[in-house]
């Protein structure tokens, strides 16, 4: 037999193998067709829109259609996707179709490549793209800030309304309900046997703050962070007092008033609001933002030709029905750590609970349970707490409670107790992109997104915009 000719059997034998191998991807690739979101990312500016593709979720198409303006913005954001992709461990698998033409917003408008827009960029027309978005028919995932002024929370206002009327999706990435000493604090807060109920505080001495520390210059995922020259201006990226602001405004609203819808017309009551800026040398700058000069949209901030004055510090002082609550966030350059920080206090009628981020916590979040009075006099309080906690730790097996001493004043013993965390729980910043970006696919799936997250999503920006229109008036 002729050894360069098949066999019947041979040839019938191949044939069946590449008719199952073109099974399997039609397969494969029908099972991905199929996938009921496509996400489409819109001008990434922001490394955040990275950390929604971190992960790869069961419902999301692999395919992801960007569209983008050519640049150092996007190109970084291809490489933060490559590298997710090309990881060692457990790597990601998507396909990222880029646009870069100048018609790039209006093209994917037109094209209707995806039904989930993904916008974490500059926030200058966030608002704008936000509704032009939703009014084409797309559901909107937003990274914060979504509003950075009055405007924009006017438009933003339409945006919700649209969205209702079409019966899509618009939601903010509110990553820091993740964070697990946060969360704790809620549940805490909740049980009367151990927080009493929330004071309502004044102006000098609020129930509640929150204070958020930053620094320009960070790593994240194992590089320097490359920032933008525009996330130091105002116009393009907002104040501080609206940007990070929004997290904290958010936890207030969350923690507070749990799965509770605010009214901002009658609930809020901003009373003080301040800005300051922080000083960044031409240096500094180059070394964050890989540019040579300071670009000519920073001219206004700009002193002696040396110094930018970035407005990224900012303080909110206001009610909420009736709380006095005070929100601040501050950027350095780099501080002596060179770790963020966060502060959160709630006063209880029986306790505290107070989470820290300073050297004494190595610089990661812990949470205390602080009595407000000198329970030594009273042990009734330490059994009740004892109980009490069993209902966390039912939701949370392992958390636990160290009793810590200290003195007080006249030399009384005050006790305190550190919240005692199992690892498993801290899953850190960009592991909640992953959570977050779960929920928004469960209520774009389900059509169950709770009553109260579009009307406090209103509350929290109609406090940060109104916050920044009274700083703006105290000059």
Known sequence: MNKNFLTISEFLFVGLMVLAVSCNQSSSESKENTK?????????????????????????????????PAGNDLQLHLNRINAFNTRTDNPTHWKEEVYTGNDYFEKMLFEKKGNVVVLAGNNQKKAEYILKS????FNVFADKPMAINSENFELLKKAFETAKQKNLLLYDIMTERFEITTILQRELSMIPEIFGTLEKGT???????????HNFYKYISGNVVVRPGW???????????????????DLVQWECFPEQSLDYTKDINVMAAKRWPTNMSLTQFKTITKLDSFPSYLAKNVVSDTTLQAYSNGEINYQLRGVHAKVSVRWDYQTTSGNDTHYSLMRGTAANLVIRQQAEQQFKPA?????????YTDMAYEKALMEQIKKIQAKYPGVGLKKITGIGKGMMFIYRWKVIIPDKYKEGHEAHFYRVTQNFLEYLNKHNIPEWEVPNMLAKYYTTTKALELALKNK
């Open 203 to 213: 102006a000098d001495n609020p129930a509640v703050v929150m204070e958020s520390g």
């Open 134 to 137: 939703l009014e084409a028919g």
């Open 36 to 68: 009921r979101v496509h996400f489409i990312t819109f001008d990434p500016g922001h490394f955040h829109a990275a950390l929604v593709q971190k992960s790869m979720y069961d419902a999301v198409d692999s395919v992801v259609h960007v569209y983008a």
């Open 231 to 249: 996330f130091m201006d105002e116009s393009q990226q907002g104040q501080g007092i609206v940007d990070v602001t929004t997290h904290l405004v």
């Open 367 to 375: 949470l205390y349970i602080e009595p407000v009075y000198p329970i």
